[in-house]
């Protein structure tokens, strides 16, 4: 089983920058494909950014290339998110996401949730205009 904790969310205003991370555990965390995704209110799930095992691939969402740097340290088990020039449009729940099993190919396949095993239980992040 694998366990994924998401922190660092708040309250931020425009503009501003928020560091989220992700601790995994349970598994070896180098084996993990990991992804950053984000639900607004009545809105769907959607893809933020993912990174490869070895961390020499990354992937963004177009609504937040530029602004957004998703990074892993496979020493300490952790994935994170730094996120700068907030909007408010960035406001939702975000999760922390994670797979251990399936062998990525093209950066379509890093933006489907289904291709996730396992979730955290988010982390707030509200951007204030």
Known sequence: QVQLVESGGGLVQDGGSLRLSCAASGRTFSSFTMGWFRQAPGKEREFVAAISRSGGLTYYADSVTGRFTISRDNAKN????????LKPED?????????ATRIPYGS???????????WGQGTQVT???
Request: charged content about 15%; aromatic content about 22%.
């Open 91 to 99: 406001t939702a729940l975000y999760y922390c996401a994670a797979d």
């Open 127 to 129: 951007v204030s205009s």
């Open 78 to 85: 952790t994935v994170f998110l730094q996120m700068n020039s």
């Open 108 to 118: 379509m396949w890093y933006e489907a949730p289904e291709n996730y095993d396992y």
